[in-house]
């Protein structure tokens, strides 16, 4: 999934540096990725213009947790159940969601 970082843009692809918590911004993309044809909601990576540097998590299980727990609760007219992914990359914790699309 990570070689499409190299890509200028995607549609369903966002990345959030979310260092040690989940960006309110967050939930806006999961709203637009499940009102439309479902999407990747990346934290751990900051994009700066065309340019992906994997920053990584510092508390991995706990924003995994608090972030799948707020998607299955009442903040969305329907519990939102994402996929998600940890991966390693030299030490530094990135975690990958897929967001169905809705319907």
Known sequence: MFDRLEELEWEDFEVKEAKSS???SSFE???AFSNTNGGWLVFGVKQTKKTFEI???TDAEKI???F???LRG???NQKIR???IKYDFDGKIVLAFYVPASG
Do not use: A, H, L, N
Request: no cysteine; net charge neutral.
């Open 22 to 24: 989940i960006p309110k």
């Open 29 to 31: 993309t999961v709203s």
């Open 55 to 57: 920053t990584g998590v």
């Open 64 to 66: 995994e947790q608090d």
């Open 68 to 70: 799948t727990t707020t």
């Open 74 to 76: 009442d903040k969305f």
């Open 82 to 84: 994402v996929r998600s």
